[in-house]
């Protein structure tokens, strides 16, 4: 079973930054997506980011993009997400995901993924 273990969330004031990292760990090993999605309060769970590992080619919501960076180091297994310029609405629970298909044009949907994190908590204060 492979496993996703999430951390680096926090609180922060409006305008900073956090990284977060995903770990996986266990079996398959043959992910071929590996994206961020997140939930606030009261909303649908949305995708954030995607990383594919059969091209190295990255995916972004319009909401982060030029504010996030995601990147995955294949020899720690490890997915980050460098989030900067955070604003309130970027207050969620952030969910680590990795799908063993990957299609360039349903990265954000969630039905994609086969394995899920527990989450970390990502709150800005403004």
């Known amino acids: 079973q492979l496993q996703l273990v999430e951390s680096g969330g926090g609180l922060v004031q409006s305008g900073g930054s956090l990284r977060l990292s995903c770990a996986a760990s266990g079996s398959p090993s043959n992910y071929y997506a590996i994206s961020w999605f997140r939930q606030a309060p009261g909303k649908e769970r949305e995708g954030v980011s995607c990383?594919?590992?059969?091209?190295?080619?990255?995916y972004y919501a319009d909401s982060v993009k030029g504010r996030f960076t995601i990147s995955f180091d294949n020899a720690k297994k490890t997915l980050y997400l460098q989030m900067n310029s955070l604003k309130p609405e970027d207050t969620a629970v952030y969910y680590c995901a990795a799908g063993l298909n990957f299609a360039s044009t349903a990265w954000e949907k969630r039905h994609m993924y086969d394995y899920w994190g527990q989450g970390t908590q990502v709150t800005v204060s403004s």
């Open positions: 990383f594919s590992r059969a091209d190295g080619g990255t």
